[in-house]
C-alpha cells in the first residue's frame, strides 16, 4: 500500500521560508514521478509543482515559479518543497502526491498524502 507523509508545515512570517518533506513507502519511489498540490478551505486542489522520476525536470505553477523548489532523494525515498519568500497568499493546506508524467507534460496523480497546512502571517 502506498503511503505519503508530509511534514514541515507551519506558521511564518510573510517573506519567511518553509521546507516540506514527504516521505513515501509502498512502492519503488524512484520509478515514479512526484509532486506536490494545494488547497484552501472551499476551493479546489490545485497544482503546485511535479518532478519526474529522476530529479531531471521539474514543472511549476506559473504563482510560485522562482520562489518554491520541487526535488527528490531517490535513496530515502523522500520528496521537498522548499518554499521562500512565502506570501500570505501561500496559505493553503499542502498535499503530496506520486505518479506518472505522460508524454505531453501533463503529471497524472495517482496516490495523495493528507496534507500538511502552512500558514502565512502578513
Known amino acids: 500500500q502506498v503511503q505519503l507523509v508530509e511534514s514541515g508545515g507551519g506558521l511564518v512570517q510573510a517573506g519567511g521560508s518553509l521546507r516540506l518533506s514527504c516521505a513515501a513507502s509502498?512502492?519503488?519511489?524512484?520509478?515514479?514521478?512526484m509532486g506536490w498540490f494545494r488547497q484552501a478551505p472551499g476551493e479546489e486542489r490545485k497544482f503546485v509543482t511535479s518532478?519526474?522520476?529522476?530529479?531531471?525536470?521539474?514543472n511549476y505553477a506559473d504563482s510560485v515559479k522562482g520562489r518554491f523548489t520541487i526535488s527528490r532523494f531517490n535513496a530515502q525515498n523522500m520528496a521537498y518543497l522548499q518554499m521562500n519568500s512565502l506570501k500570505p497568499e501561500d496559505t493553503d493546506l499542502y498535499y503530496c502526491?506520486?505518479?506518472?508524467?505522460?508524454?505531453?507534460?501533463?503529471?497524472?496523480?495517482?496516490?495523495w498524502g493528507r496534507g500538511t497546512q502552512v500558514t502565512v502571517s502578513s
Open positions: 518532478i519526474d522520476s529522476s530529479g531531471g525536470s521539474t
Open positions: 502526491t506520486t505518479g506518472t508524467i505522460a508524454s505531453n507534460g501533463y503529471y497524472n496523480v495517482d496516490y
Open positions: 509502498g512502492r519503488p519511489f524512484s520509478r515514479y514521478a
